[in-house]
């Protein structure tokens, strides 16, 4: 691999990984430094392997340079506490000179990304500027490409992450796995973190389609070191890492060429990731060894369904049942729309409809869809005008060419 090549993907995998350790050893009230020190590491990179070419171990050279930086900055630390800080330090205020080692080893490495999880995932945190910071942090993202992925400018991201970071100081979160006792509690908001993050990747309004997928692909990678962790290799885990391979197992049969969403009965099935199919059954039974039933174990056995090719009653009411639990346990517009397609499948269009229209989801371009879908070869006028509602109600340029196609075939 060409350095045109090299460094931009070495940046992805290994500047979260600087990140993480630096935070951890500088703590939050220096992360900015930690963010600069890891940035001047790869510009340093840039210029002298322009100059004297890739060093034959280029990652063990980026962690040199990065240990270097990071401790010339402890001694200038430690040169301001001993000529400064110590003429008025008192004994009670007196704090000991920092050491200068820095520990990028791949067992630190792993501990510190896991830690700051927890630590960005904090309550305390917004639920945007979590993943915002989990995209900054823990997955090497720019400022540019976050506010891609949230469709807003790099301004607007620069101001949630300050926020977020101010408030991880001024709570003193600290940068560690809680308690034993305490783990499960606050699982709960990492879940729900990497939940979202994989979801704006599988259903993403950015038409950045390699960031789209980059998303989806860093979120199991964070939940497949919360399954490598034995303190936090709960069931719930291990069901939500499953959904996640299983929607991942589709997506080269999502989109055609032109980038255009293939609907899941059109879908070549072929293209379906057989490994990752069978990665998430092996999950999913793994996250059957608990007492506890999350939503991430419905919705993981929903995809497991959704993976099966056969478009057979039994499948259909197998996904019903499965989002009836599901709808009792959390409900959301989403689900009792999916709901109701799979009652369509299930029990026939009729039945669907009528339980489609109690929902009233007028402000939701799915809801027509739906709507559009189930009343086509029944009531072709009706199935136009609730396509025509949808089509003025999507956001993306996807969706209306999609909702656009059902319409040409009505005509």
């Not at 409809?353 to 879908?373: D, Q, R, S, V």
């Amino acid at each position: 691999m060409q350095q045109p090549e090299l460094l931009p993907h070495l940046f992805r995998t290994e500047y979260r990984k600087i990140i993480a350790v630096l935070c951890k050893r500088f703590g939050f009230d220096e992360m900015e430094t930690a963010e600069d020190i890891a940035s001047d590491t790869f510009m340093t990179a840039a210029q002298t392997w322009g100059l004297q070419g890739i060093p034959q171990n280029p990652v063990a050279w980026l962690y040199t340079v990065a240990k270097n930086k990071a401790s010339n900055f402890l001694k200038r630390q430690a040169t301001f506490h001993t000529k400064v800080v110590k003429e008025t330090a008192t004994p009670e205020n007196a704090s000991t000179v920092p050491e200068y080692e820095i520990d990028l080893s791949p067992q630190n490495i792993n501990d510190s990304q896991l830690q700051m999880m927890f630590a960005i995932c904090h309550p305390a945190i917004a639920p945007q500027a979590q993943i915002g910071l989990s995209l900054r942090i823990l997955c090497g993202f720019g400022i540019e490409e976050i506010a891609d992925a949230f469709l807003t400018n790099k301004e607007t991201i620069n101001k949630r992450l300050h926020r977020a970071k101010e408030k991880l100081r001024s709570e003193n979160i600290p940068i560690a796995l809680p308690d034993l006792a305490d783990i499960d509690d606050r699982l709960g908001a990492v879940l729900a973190t990497l939940y979202l993050l994989f979801s704006e990747g599988y259903y993403s309004i950015s038409n950045n389609k390699t960031l789209r997928k980059e998303l989806c692909f860093e979120a199991m990678r964070l939940c497949y070191m919360l399954v490598e962790n034995k303190q936090t290799n709960k069931p719930p885990v291990n069901a939500l890492l499953s959904l996640m391979c299983f929607h991942a197992s589709r997506f080269e049969a999502r989109m055609n060429k032109q980038g255009e969403l293939i609907l899941y009965e059109e879908q070549d099935t072929s293209l379906w990731d057989a490994d990752l199919i069978s990665k998430g059954g092996y999950f999913l039974n793994l996250s059957a060894s608990g007492n506890q039933l999350s939503k991430y174990h419905l919705e993981a056995a929903i995809a497991y369904w959704n993976t099966q090719k056969d478009d057979t009653k039994e499948k259909w009411e197998n996904i019903l049942q499965l989002y009836n639990r599901l709808l009792q346990i959390e409900y959301s517009p989403m689900a009792a729309l999916n709901r109701t397609f799979a009652l369509s499948k299930a029990n026939g269009k009729p039945e669907a409809i009528i339980e489609a229209e109690k929902l009233n989801l007028i402000n939701n371009h799915f809801y027509f869809t739906l709507l559009g879908e189930l009343y086509t070869g029944m009531d072709n006028l009706k199935a136009r005008d609730h396509l025509e509602k949808a089509l003025t109600l999507a956001k993306t340029q996807t969706d209306k060419q999609t909702i656009q196609k059902k319409i040409d075939r009505l005509s």
